[in-house]
């Protein structure tokens, strides 16, 4: 255990940074993900049914967005509360 | 502004010169600007005037396009027309159904002033983001808001008005415990500040990406081959970023316009 303590203090004088970028970072995960399955089924349902391209890419922009969202507040909390 | 992060550093501040001084990444000052001159109570900043700009371009582009139209149109007006159809189908139509028709002026004012704002990024010497200014997005989507908040109520009376935002029909009675306070807090205070982060911090990192990418490139710069070749690259980048952020600019304006059509036609939805 204090084998473990001592390894985080020596890590508290070595390691330094913005804990915003990592929040960031975290953030992002989830979003990558539901982004990727988004465009991923979209281009998949696109090339099943070519005729309905036009909707399917509407919906598929609308979801994109309505997931990036979750990023971009993982990018913008840390401006605001620094 | 970049150049004064660059000079706040000092000329000689390159990554292998001989004073040793870190990479001066550019933060949030860089959109910050100085007051040029105030009218009354109002300050005006480049912001503020590429706004008053943009809006000017605007109107002067629909009025040429639109004050004398023709049945046989002539160029501008084609594009105008374009404009028009764009909105009406890909948007109005579409989200709103067939009572979308009467909000497509709505619409496209809103999607061609938001275009432009973003769009102000791309023209030399403005080269700036308006919609990276929370106050811009945050009026958009407070009229949109306004707009959504009204149709509801106006379309279903008070009680269906409530119904409409917080209970979607066809669940089990026990999910209704959970889910309307979300869909009530979600559709009355997340969805207009959701809005309004997503253009503003779009805008906001994609000016970010490109400051870091320019600010790197005059960085590097030194008078050995890898200094020279990742100064090279890294301009590479801006100007790759740059390309990709007129995508993003487009997309965003987009998908802004479509997402309030999207809540107008929720108003529209009859309670079930």
Redesign the interface.
């Known amino acids: 255990m204090s084998a473990i303590v001592q390894t985080v203090l020596a890590a508290e004088d070595t390691v330094s940074g913005s804990l915003g970028a990592v929040g960031y970072g975290l953030a992002a995960i989830g979003p990558g993900i539901g982004v990727g399955l988004i465009f991923g089924n979209g281009v998949q349902a696109m090339a099943r049914q070519p005729e309905m391209t036009?909707?399917i890419r509407?919906n598929m922009?609308?979801g994109?967005?309505?997931t990036?969202?979750l990023a971009?507040?993982g990018?913008?909390v840390p401006?605001v509360f620094p | 502004m970049i150049a004064d992060v660059v000079l706040a550093s000092g000329d000689s501040c390159h990554f292998e010169s001989s004073a040793h001084c870190g990479f001066p990444a550019p933060g949030p000052e860089i959109f910050v600007f100085d007051t040029w001159f105030s009218i009354g109570p109002f300050e005006v900043t480049k912001p503020a005037f590429l706004a008053v700009v943009a809006c000017a371009v605007i109107c002067a582009f629909f009025w040429a396009a639109f004050s004398k139209a023709k049945l046989v149109p002539n160029r501008i007006q084609s594009v105008g027309e374009l404009g028009y159809l764009f909105v009406r189908d890909q948007i109005a139509r579409p989200m709103v159904g067939a009572k979308g028709d009467k909000f497509v002026p709505y619409f496209l004012a809103m999607f061609v002033f938001i275009w432009l704002l973003n769009f102000m990024a791309f023209i030399p010497l403005a080269q700036f983001p308006v919609t990276s200014r929370i106050a811009f997005p945050a009026l958009f989507a407070l009229v949109a808001w306004v707009i959504y908040m009204y149709l509801t109520f106006k379309n279903n009376g008070l009680v269906g008005g409530f119904r409409n935002l917080a209970v979607p029909s066809g669940l089990p009675w026990w999910v209704y415990i959970i889910l309307t306070p979300i869909e009530l807090l979600s559709n009355i205070i997340i969805r207009p500040f959701t809005l309004t982060i997503r253009l503003f911090a779009n805008m906001f990192a994609g000016h970010l990406l490109i400051a870091v990418f320019s600010v790197a490139a005059w960085y590097l710069v030194s008078p050995t081959v890898v200094g020279m070749a990742s100064s090279a690259a890294s301009f590479t980048m801006a100007i790759v970023m740059t390309a990709f952020e007129l995508l993003i600019q487009f997309l965003q304006a987009f998908i802004f316009t479509m997402l309030v059509a999207g809540y107008i036609g929720q108003a529209y939805e009859e309670a079930h």
């Open positions: 036009n909707v509407t922009f609308i994109f967005a309505l990036e969202a971009l507040l990018f913008v401006f």
